[in-house]
DNA sequence: AGGAGTTTGTGAACGGAAGAACAAAACGAG
DNA sequence: CTCGTTTTGTTCTTCCGTTCACAAACTCCT
């Protein structure tokens, strides 16, 4: 389930605040979601709630965060250091959840040996060697979205199979290999149709107009 | 609907490539939909195909453009430029397709008056003179997380209603305020998932144990 | 010990999206 | 002009996720 993430963030707040125990009340409010919801997929894990008491923060915590994989950190390659890649690199929140950087990539020579973030950037053909010697399975493409595909045919071919990309293209990968698209202009445009049809609720009459021009 | 900038995106491609007419078919092979759904999408805005031929790719392109209503520039500000600040204004996707960053803020004195993609970075106070001066109704929130709360309730009393946040929170907005969030860790957790899954396909038999380990 | 008050876990109803399938419409060939 | 081919627009069915509602279970107070 996409939602789980979010509550093993939720649960670390309250873990952090020092609360031992919650229900599924105040962690849906928490979280946004609907209670019941929040409870079907809790039960979707187990049983490991307390009816007339709640969940036990530390041990809810501890079977998400078992449940999604992040109990031990997984290696993650970073292909394309440039605006995007370099601010990836430097975000601490993937070491602090489960992940961390082994290397930078980039195709440009003149970013080579650059120090980003404590690593060096190193050539894209290293990709294979590396991926073979930390046993990588996780993939982020932050290059233009011309180099996307001939990145994800390189890092699949040399054995990563799960790829987040920010390049905005669709990618083609074999069956098994799992692909999440990360867009920031697609997410503005959505905001956008809704920020429009807010300013105007009948905006819908210019459609007959124009459909008769072309008509 | 979510699926319309991208094909919007596949749409502008096709226009690249001098491409003046397509079928349904080849746009959903292209965005990675059911050509069925894609044909619906689109009969929702109109009927702007021809049985027999296919769509006029620029026809359907400004049609789709228009509905979202991309076909003027909306104005946008970043507030906290850190390294994914940084990142965000020099993303020149956003200029051209539809947005235009208008105003950069942080909190932070020290990066006042620096030059940041071409714009000086400003005090995050001046935001309700920025966003009344330039009618701005689209803010980015890319600031950490403790400060994500406090500047979308500033941002929202300003005049702005939608957010997109960068912020690994939830936001509480009221009515009629659009917020949507990028959540990098989260698009990270989900791979790791499901890449757990593909390592060890009957991985559940550590849950009864564990459950007897409280019990 | 028993009853009142909470809270979980889940069965059942609801809604809406996704896909299959087909009729209507346009084009081109003969 | 008619027939066959292509492709859209739409209907119908199926399925999945969400929500409601309630019984089971646990705690606390008397």
Redesign the pocket.
């Known amino acids: ?1 996409a ?1 789980l993430p979010i509550y093993l963030r939720a649960l670390t707040v309250l873990v952090e605040r020092g609360i031992g125990t ?6 849906a409010t928490a979280t946004g ?5 929040l ?6 894990l ?10 036990d923060v530390d041990y809810l915590r501890y079977q998400i965060a078992r449940e999604i994989g992040v109990t031990q950190d997984w290696p993650v390659v970073i292909v394309g250091i440039g605006n995007l890649g370099n601010a990836l690199a430097n975000y601490s929140g993937f070491r602090s959840r489960g992940f961390r950087v082994v290397a930078l990539l980039d195709a440009a020579p003149e970013r080579h040996d650059e120090a980003v973030a404590g690593l060096e950037v190193r050539p894209f053909d290293d990709l294979e060697e590396i991926v073979a010697a930390e046993s990588v399975s996780i993939g982020v493409i932050a290059t233009p979205a011309v180099a996307a595909q001939d990145v994800a045919d390189r890092m699949v071919a040399a054995g990563v199979t799960s790829i987040l990309n920010f390049a905005p293209t669709v990618l083609s990968v074999p069956e098994g290999v799992d692909v999440r698209k990360v867009d920031l202009s697609i997410e503005l445009q959505i905001l956008a149709y809704h920020e429009q049809r807010k300013a105007a609720p009948d905006a819908d009459l210019g459609h007959a107009t124009d459909q008769e021009v072309i008509a």
Request: include cysteine; glycine fraction near 14%.
């Open positions: 389930m939602r919650c229900s599924s009340e105040d962690l979601v609907n209670s019941a919801k409870r079907k997929d809790l039960s979707y187990g049983s490991y709630g307390t009816r007339g008491v709640g969940y």
